[in-house]
């Protein structure tokens, strides 16, 4: 079952001498329950895409589509609640609430849309991403692979529709890059989640089923 589909996706930054081509006519489409890893350089494009995909950014041309739904036919209040419940959002630097412990952090999408916690299932959660006993420390309490960890359970909570992770491992050490990549794939493969990936790292991206590799813009190979 077809979950994301981008046609013609384009991105053009300024105009006539300042003019930036960030993403040039990019379509493909991914399952449901897929891992898909996005590769490039630095400059590629890779992460205006997953902007895009995430409904982060509007683009200058092209369509996505998630589980069907066209996602920039909606007004920007529209769009910010399906982003909220239907795209998990990983950045490489965390954005945690520092403020917030581990547990609110990760709770943080269902208080802002007003729904109720569910107990068992947060502390599946937290059992799942190894922070069972940190669920009450703040972020400056954490390790870098912890706040990444809960940054993932924030992502995983609603259940959305689809993941995007824009270099997860990016800030962090290769035992705790290790550790978030063997997270992410067993959230595929245990909770069926559909992840789209970005990274710079070939090896890391061998993990998932499928890898885009996109160079100026444009994708150039896909296996």
Known sequence: MEILKVE?????????????????NVSFSVE???????VGASGSGKSTLLHLIGGVDRPTS???????KDIFNFNDDKLAIFRRRQVGLIYQFYNLIPILNVE???????ALDNREINRETL????????LENRRNHLPNELSGGQQQRTSIGRALITNPTIILADEPTGNLDSKSSDEIVALLKKSNKELKQTIIMITHNMEIAKCADRIIKIEDGRIVMEV
């Open 8 to 24: 013609n996706l384009t991105k053009v930054y300024g105009k006539d001498s300042t003019k930036v081509v960030a993403l040039d």
């Open 32 to 38: 449901k329950g897929e891992f898909v890893a996005i």
């Open 62 to 68: 092209g369509k996505v589509f998630i589980d069907g």
């Open 104 to 110: 609110e952090n990760i709770t943080l999408p269902l």
């Open 123 to 130: 502390d599946e959660m937290l059992k799942l991403l190894g």
